[in-house]
């Protein structure tokens, strides 16, 4: 089984930034593609971002785009996010994912793509 434990949430002020953590443990595949997700408050749990295994490949929610960069070390195996010019409708619980895939350049935006999540770290942003 693979564990994803997120880390790096808090409190922040609108325009602060702040850098969330993912670190992948248990069992290990060859290559894998990962995701950022996050669920705000009564609403859906929405795509933020992903990145291939080469880390070469990468896509963004609209929302996000140009604020938040999604990178990986794969030697450590850990999913980061940087998060930028956060503003008040960026609170939610961010959540990381992990797609086994033999396609390094391959990224998947959707929630059913992902075969394994973490619990989640919460971001919230004051105005």
């Known amino acids: 089984q693979v564990q994803l434990q997120e880390s790096g949430g808090g409190l922040v002020q609108a325009g602060d930034s702040l850098r969330l953590s993912c670190a992948a443990s248990?069992?290990?595949?060859?290559?894998?593609?990962m995701g950022w997700f996050r669920q705000a408050p009564q609403k859906e749990r929405e795509f933020v971002a992903a990145?291939?295994?080469?880390?070469?490949?990468?896509d963004y929610a609209d929302s996000v785009e140009g604020r938040f960069t999604v990178s990986r070390d794969n030697a450590k195996n850990t999913l980061y996010l940087q998060m930028n010019s956060l503003k008040p409708e960026d609170t939610a619980v961010y959540y990381c994912?992990?797609?086994?895939?033999?396609?390094?350049?391959?990224?998947?935006?959707?929630?059913?793509?992902?075969?394994?999540w973490g619990q989640g770290t919460q971001v919230t942003v004051s105005s």
């Open positions: 990145i291939s295994w080469s880390g070469r490949t990468t």
């Open positions: 994912a992990l797609k086994p895939t033999l396609m390094n350049s391959r990224i998947y935006t959707t929630e059913r793509a992902y075969d394994y």
């Open positions: 248990g069992r290990t595949f060859s290559s894998y593609a």
